[in-house]
Each structure stands twice: as structure tokens, then as C-alpha cells.
């Protein structure tokens, strides 16, 4: 099973040099409460309840959960290159660890495209503010990338609520 991603290359994250503001700025991106993995796991959970009545949205929801799973390889890479612990933690320096409290549990197939749909609103506003504190253009790039990821993921669910909305 392939990411659901844009057909456009990631910047590097090789070209990074040590940049600790930076790292602590995108961090909130990476597993915090609101943040990719956070994601990956409600897509899973997601995936599970379609799977017992469409298995191709199924499968649409695990392509989102494995492009959120390879934000969070460029996110922790990138914060490693910064100079910032990629740390499973709510809040970013901070030793209050993560935990599932924010992942999505409806079971009902509107309920959870319409929570699917606010995380990713809730990801592209996070991401933008991030553009508007990053001062780093190597590590603003990645991000402005990982955006366009999650807007296509945004119009993929709002496709996929229409249809169980019209049923």
C-alpha cells in the first residue's frame, strides 16, 4: 500500500545544520497531542471500522495513516538535525509523555470522516503557524511540504464524507 501523497519531492533533510529554535518550533508537529502520531494512530483505528463494511476506503484511510507515518520520519529526522530530541511528549519541552487522549474513537462512518476532517484543519493551521515563527528556509520548505500532504488528505476526507453523506 502506497502513502496518499503529492507527487512532489521532500527537501532534504541532510541539508539541515543544528538549530534548536527550529527543531523546538516543529516539534509541535511530531507527537504532541495534536500532532502526527497522534494521526497515524486515529487512521489506524479509523481504518479498522471501514474495513468491516468498505474495504477501499479502508485503504484510503491507511494510505493517509502511512503519509502521516512518513511525516513523522522527516519531522523527527528534521528535529535530530536541529538539535531537538524527537520525544514522544504532550507538549514540546516538556516531560509530560504522550498518550492516546486526543486520538478519535467514533465508531460511526460520518462521525469519524468529520473528526478525521478537523484533525486535518487542525494540522494545516498548526503548520502554518510554524511557517510564521520559522526563520530557517531548509526546515520552512519541509514544512510548507509536509502542507500540501494535508491538504490533499483534507480534500480526500471531505470526498469521503460526501459519499456516506448522501447515502
Known amino acids: 500500500m502506497k502513502p496518499l501523497v503529492l507527487d512532489l519531492p521532500y527537501p532534504s533533510v541532510s541539508e539541515l545544520t543544528p538549530d534548536v529554535r527550529s527543531g523546538n518550533i516543529i516539534s509541535f508537529g511530531y507527537a504532541t497531542l495534536k500532532g502526527e502520531i497522534t494521526a497515524v494512530l486515529q487512521y489506524v483505528y479509523h481504518h479498522f471500522y471501514f474495513g468491516l463494511t468498505d474495504p477501499d476506503d479502508a485503504e484510503t ?3 493517509i495513516a502511512i ?3 512518513t511525516h513523522v520520519d522527516i519531522l523527527g529526522s528534521a528535529m535530530l538535525k536541529l538539535g531537538t530530541p524527537p520525544r514522544y511528549v504532550q507538549f514540546p519541552r516538556t516531560c509530560v509523555y504522550f498518550n492516546t487522549s486526543q486520538v478519535s474513537t467514533a465508531t ?3 462521525k469519524m470522516l468529520m473528526d478525521d476532517i478537523q484533525g486535518e484543519m487542525n494540522a494545516i493551521t498548526d503548520y502554518q503557524k510554524m511557517l510564521f515563527e520559522l526563520k530557517n528556509e531548509k526546515a520552512a520548505a519541509i514544512i510548507q511540504r509536509i502542507i500540501l500532504d ?7 476526507l471531505k ?4 459519499k456516506y453523506s448522501d447515502k
Open 108 to 110: 460511526s462512518p460520518t
Open 67 to 69: 503519509a502521516e507515518m
Open 61 to 63: 484511510l491507511m494510505s
Open 159 to 162: 470526498k469521503l464524507l460526501k
Open 150 to 156: 494535508e491538504q490533499l488528505h483534507l480534500e480526500t
